[in-house]
């Protein structure tokens, strides 16, 4: 005999899925409404760990840019200022290099001299306090790795008229910065074995002849040992008991207004004839250079000059107190080259400055390339593909719209609206 099975399906369940799935379809458009919104397919780590450490890292890397980049901007500007500065001396020394040249005219009086030198001691203060320039946050613009409040000290008394208060050198630049001051010591002061820059000083009979004395100085080849001494040359005998030989004896003194020290004698001869192109030595590294023929009683001296402040003391004072056209011409002379190889300095160190604002201008477009590429990055770990956003959220409404539907029409099957 036939057994009939009867099997009776329950539409709770069918209520519940599609219940749970309406839930869920709601709670998918949710997300993808926030994501849209927000433009950002992770708005909290939860969405992607992976894909929201990457942003982080990107934001902290790009805000550290943004940081450095504000510190090169308040350093270039200190260089900026710095170069602006060198260059404004620049100026101040050629006008003083034009009125020591005015000087030289021979129809000036010893009271047009001084009135010159006037004007030349107006320009060197403008120069020194140029020098002792600050930033606009009250710092050195040159005072190297030192903070000197003003790198420049002077004048003062001997034994160095004028000194650098900071640390000498340049300070280094970084793959991200760069200085905020310059090397006073370089652009300012002279060093004897670098610049060989000297006050020289005649007198004796030769001074005020018809050919005037002056001596140039220059290191020898190959060059000794040279030290920052003051020395002193004293001719004492010109020997010219051998026809057609002339020879010049002479004594030198290392140090003369301090702890003089006697060095050995020297002798020089020459053909009678010369009546210049002389050359002494005997002093340790350089080699002495007479304009005309030395006379007996004759003596010259020469001190290093420290810094291109002295050069430009020594010129006004050299100036100023000039009796005659012919000493104010020897003058003239000294003052030009030494203030020439001051303004050497002057510019080396100036295009210093300007690779320095080159620098900061290649740091800058690094940086910029660097923060491109970071935000690229964030963007592809955090940011919403809007195309796909939009289509993933119609998509999704059409479900859930899908889902809506379905549920009311599961609500109808019941066995009581089939029997109604």
């Known amino acids: ?197 000297y006050k020289i000083s005649a007198t004796g009979p030769s001074v005020s002849g018809a050919q005037p004395l002056s001596v140039n100085v220059a290191l020898s080849t190959p060059s000794a040992a040279v030290d920052d001494l003051s020395y002193a040359v004293s001719i004492t005998s010109i020997d010219s008991s051998v026809p057609g030989i002339t020879t010049v004896n002479y004594d030198i003194t290392a140090d003369p207004s301090g702890a003089a020290t006697a060095l050995p004698t020297g002798s020089v001869s020459y053909p009678s004839t010369q009546a210049g192109g002389i050359t002494l030595t005997g002093i340790p590294g350089r080699v002495l250079t007479l304009s005309a023929t030395p006379v007996a009683g004759d003596s010259i001296t020469i001190e290093p000059s420290p810094s291109l402040f002295s050069v430009l003391d020594n010129a006004i004072r050299d100036i100023g107190s000039a009796t005659s056209s012919s000493s104010a011409s020897q003058a003239v002379n000294q003052a030009l080259g030494n203030i020439d190889i001051g303004m050497g300095r002057v510019s080396a160190v100036r295009g210093q400055a300007g690779e320095l604002l080159n620098r900061a201008d290649r740091i800058t477009d690094n940086q910029d390339k660097r923060s491109i590429q970071l935000e690229a990055d964030r963007s592809r770990a955090e940011d919403l593909d809007m195309v796909k956003g939009i289509s993933d959220f119609q998509n999704q409404q059409t479900g859930y719209q899908a889902a809506l539907q379905s549920y009311a029409q599961v609500q109808k099957l019941s066995l009581f609206n089939y029997i109604g």
């Open 1 to 197: 005999m036939a057994t009939t099975t009867f099997n009776r399906l329950g539409s709770a369940n069918t209520y519940d899925n599609a219940l749970r799935n309406i839930g869920n379809r709601q709670m998918a458009l949710s997300h993808l409404q926030e994501n849209l919104t927000s433009g950002k397919k992770v708005v909290r780590a939860s969405d992607d760990p992976t894909g929201a450490a990457q942003a982080e890292r990107a934001l902290t890397r790009i805000s550290r840019i943004a940081t450095d980049q504000r510190a090169l901007e308040a350093q270039r500007n200190s260089m900026a200022m710095a170069e602006s500065t060198l260059g404004d001396v620049s100026d101040a020394l050629q006008s003083f290099r034009e009125l020591v040249v005015s000087a030289g005219n021979g129809a000036h009086t010893p009271e047009d001299r001084k009135t010159i030198a006037l004007q030349l001691t107006g320009l060197r203060d403008q120069i020194f306090s140029l020098a002792n320039r600050k930033d606009t946050n009250g710092q050195p613009l040159f005072s190297a790795l030192g903070s000197a409040l003003a790198p420049f000290v002077g004048p003062q008394a001997t034994p160095q008229d004028y000194t650098f208060a900071g640390l000498p050198g340049q300070p280094a630049s970084s793959e991200v910065a760069i200085p905020f001051t310059l090397d006073g010591d370089s652009a300012f002061m002279l060093q004897v074995a670098r610049d060989g820059v």
